[in-house]
């Protein structure tokens, strides 16, 4: 795959699945959908095993990967069934523009979903630490683009705009800008992350 080789997405997952990420829900490990999510997780990281471009968000939400499994995805974009997620229709609207889906691997600082089942929280900076190595992982050899302030942090990067709260123009700028010309955008290395990390403390 570049990054996370084929033969170990199976690993990754699990070890996704086996994490406690501070007081956060693991919708890979906990749920009867579990089985599925990971399922799902694994065919999407092997489909995305060329990507180039590593776009990384706050957290799992409520009505997105937590339900989907995966990042910035709804439920109803794969089945036309359950919630649907605004931040996940902008986001893959603007890729499906951009022409840039298969080029896209999508993640989260904070993989799993911090909040209830019916709102969202923000991550504490142990959770995004608690993250880190799954992102750093993901990142090896791509060029990655944070989305919103915890995703800049988390990846101690200069991001975009994140479309929540009225931001969904500047997000969809951003992006265009940034995959037009991916000068400035630096290609992470294995201890960015954790460096990023230990400036939060």
């Known amino acids: ?47 995305r ?43 893959q609207g603007a890729l499906r523009d951009l022409g840039a889906v298969d080029d896209v691997l999508l993640w989260n600082a904070v993989p799993t979903h911090p909040g209830s089942a019916a709102s969202n929280r923000s991550p504490t900076a142990a959770e995004v630490g608690a993250g880190a190595p799954f992102l750093e992982e993901l990142a090896q050899g791509r060029v990655v683009i944070p989305v919103g302030r915890v995703a800049e942090r988390a990846c101690g990067l200069p991001g975009i705009r994140h479309p929540a709260r009225g931001g969904a123009a500047a997000f969809r700028d951003g992006l265009a800008e940034r995959l037009r010309s991916l000068e400035g955008t630096a290609i992470i290395q294995r201890r960015s992350v954790s460096e990023a990390f230990r400036l939060l403390q």
Do not use: C, H, W
């Not at 956060?24 to 065919?43: K, S």
């Open 49 to 91: 095993g060329g990507a180039r471009i590593l776009l990384v968000g706050e957290a799992a939400g409520y009505r997105g990967a937590r339900v989907s499994g995966l990042p910035f995805t709804s439920e109803r974009q794969l089945t036309g069934a359950g919630p649907a997620e605004a931040t996940a229709t902008i986001v």
């Open 1 to 47: 795959m570049g990054m996370v080789e084929e033969k170990s997405l199976g690993t990754f997952v699990d070890r996704l699945a086996a994490a406690r990420v501070g007081a956060t829900f693991n919708q890979y490990a906990t749920g009867p959908r579990a089985a599925l999510l990971r399922e799902r997780l694994t065919a999407y990281l092997k489909s």
